[in-house]
């Protein structure tokens, strides 16, 4: 393991865990969010994103964090592991919803000058909440179809269903 890829649903726990595995593991770690989301939440153009994730990836070591359809085949050629948070909806939404109301209050900087806002709450297109509850499903079926993939016979797919399992995979570093 010296080129993962962690993926799943915000909220998961996806960024702790990659950080702590680029500890242990000595490598680099890379949180897409942060190169996708330029200043006012715009989004990169996605070659210039493309290019940024090709160059990180571009080592012998890293940890990548992130759903970003749009640089995954780069990340998971490259890749050696791919780490799939697979929680139960309802241990991602508890985890998530003090997480953003704490951003919120705090006015904490995300990436870039970008901060979570309360009118975020409300917002169909903007709320992390309602991403994460419409997402779940769909990330689940991604990443379980993915692992069964013969295309990806190259990666080794390690399954996060609870705490315990991080918490495993890192004790097991």
């Known amino acids: ?57 571009d080592a012998d070591g890293w940890v990548v964090d992130g759903n970003y359809s749009a640089a995954q085949d780069l990340v998971w050629a490259r890749a050696d592991t791919v780490v799939w948070f697979d929680l139960p909806r309802h241990t991602v939404l508890r985890r998530l919803l003090p997480r953003t109301l704490r951003r919120m209050a705090t006015g904490a900087e995300l990436w870039n000058g970008n901060r979570e806002s309360f009118r975020f709450l409300f917002s169909k297109d903007e709320s992390i909440i309602r991403w994460a509850w419409t997402q779940h499903a769909v990330y689940r079926e991604r990443y379980r179809r993915a692992a069964a993939d013969p295309a990806y016979a190259h990666l080794t797919f390690v399954r996060i269903g609870s705490q315990r399992d991080a918490d495993d995979l890192l004790s097991g570093l």
């Open 1 to 57: 393991m010296r080129r993962v890829s962690v993926v799943g649903n915000s909220g998961s726990g996806k960024s702790t865990l990659a950080a702590a595995l680029a500890a242990r593991l000595g490598v680099p770690w890379l949180e897409l969010d942060s190169v996708f989301h330029m200043q006012g939440w715009t989004p990169r153009p996605k070659e210039e994103f493309r290019a940024e994730v090709e160059k990180f990836t």
